[in-house]
T-cell receptor, first 115, second 110 residues
Framework: GNSVTQMEGPVTLSEEAFLTINCTYT??????LFWYVQYPGEGLQLLLK?????DKGSNKGFEATYRKETTSFHLEKGSVQVSDSAVYFC??????????????FGKGTHLIIQP | DTAVSQTPKYLVTQMGNDKSIKCEQN?????MYWYKQDSKKFLKIMFS???????INETVPNRFSPKSPDKAHLNLHINSLELGDSAVYFC?????????FGEGSRLTVL
């Protein structure tokens, strides 16, 4: 079956530090890949996505590149802010023909940015 | 307008009770989902509906029953609530690939 593995948290960084959150996946075919963010007390919001190999998703200064050879989709940001503190989820969706397949999520990485 | 809305946002109830959580999406999507998020933030898919037909049921106890009166609504009914049902339940709908989530309903069973 499909699975997503991401680094366990919490990850604590100082403001303006460089961020990397690792994500690797297992899938039988060619999934679409996503990063979602969950701020405290809120639902999940799509941060970025990539649908095929070598695609780079980007949003709000965050980037992730779909690496088929290493089955990875690591999230990066050059300079984090306190407002980036949240839980980040890596996820994949593999189309199986059923039409209603959902996303498979990693366990989430809690990011804490200190002033 | 909120794209995916669910009510109530908070629900506190006693063991053994029956409760429902409602979900509505105004995005015109054909597929909707229910996810459960536990205390460790782990997200597990419970159900999905595509054009009012149940497609996925991920080993969820039959005390949980999804009900979809129309394409824009997917409600979750839970019978005989147990302590372990305490969690945040998220409704979502799917567009071209990504899912759009509601803000969650925090269920606490005492």
């Amino acid at each position: 079956g499909n699975s997503v593995t991401q680094m366990e948290g919490p990850v604590t960084l100082s403001e303006e530090a460089f961020l990397t959150i690792n994500c690797t996946y297992t899938a039988t075919g060619y999934p679409s890949l996503f990063w979602y963010v969950q701020y405290p007390g809120e639902g999940l919001q799509l941060l970025l996505k990539a649908t095929k190999a070598d695609d780079k998703g980007s949003n709000k200064g965050f980037e992730a590149t779909y690496r088929k050879e290493t089955t990875s989709f690591h999230l990066e940001k050059g300079s984090v802010q306190v407002s980036d503190s949240a839980v980040y989820f890596c996820a994949l969706r593999e189309y199986s023909g059923g039409g209603a397949d959902g996303l498979t999520f990693g366990k989430g990485t809690h990011l804490i940015i200190q002033p | 307008d909120t794209a995916v809305s669910q009510t109530p946002k908070y629900l506190v109830t006693q063991m053994g009770n029956d409760k429902s959580i409602k979900c509505e999406q105004n995005l015109g999507h054909d597929t909707m989902y229910w996810y459960k998020q536990d205390s460790k933030k782990f997200l597990k898919i419970m159900f999905s509906y595509n054009n009012k037909e149940l497609i996925i049921n991920e080993t969820v106890p039959n005390r949980f029953s999804p009900k979809s009166p129309d394409k824009a609504h997917l409600n979750l009914h839970i019978n005989s609530l147990e302590l372990g049902d305490s969690a945040v339940y998220f409704c979502a709908s799917r567009g071209t690939g990504e899912l759009f989530f509601g803000e969650g309903s925090r269920l606490t069973v005492l």
